[in-house]
């Protein structure tokens, strides 16, 4: 069973950047589509960001052209570079396969405020 640790998160203005990165356990990371999903407080889970095994990448209308995924496999570690933070990108952030297939970890807080 793969194990996900995400990090990075925390509390920043509108406008600002963060980095967020998750280590996934296993060797099969490399084979699979890795994904970032974000859930705020009273709404479901929402997918933010696709990278596939081979690096191509797809992301909704709402982060796009604002939030950059990619990956390391020799790390096993997947990153997500979001930039120009609006209040509404306040959530927990998570990672997983696309589509998910492990354990959610315990995710990592992001909070857009001023």
């Known amino acids: 069973q793969v194990q996900l640790v995400e990090s990075g998160g925390g509390l920043v203005q509108p406008g600002g950047s963060l980095r967020l990165s998750c280590a996934a356990s296993g060797s099969i990371f490399s084979f699979n589509a890795m994904a970032w999903y974000r859930q705020a407080p009273g709404k479901e889970r929402e997918l933010v960001a696709v990278i596939a095994s081979g690096g191509s990448t797809n992301y909704p209308d709402s982060v796009k052209g604002r939030f950059t995924i990619s990956r390391d496999n020799a790390k096993n570690t997947v990153y997500l570079q979001m930039n120009s933070l609006k209040p509404e990108d306040t959530a927990v952030y998570y990672c997983?396969?696309?589509?998910?297939?492990?354990?959610w970890g315990q995710g990592t807080q992001v909070t857009v405020s001023s």
């Open positions: 997983n396969s696309h589509p998910p297939m492990w354990s």
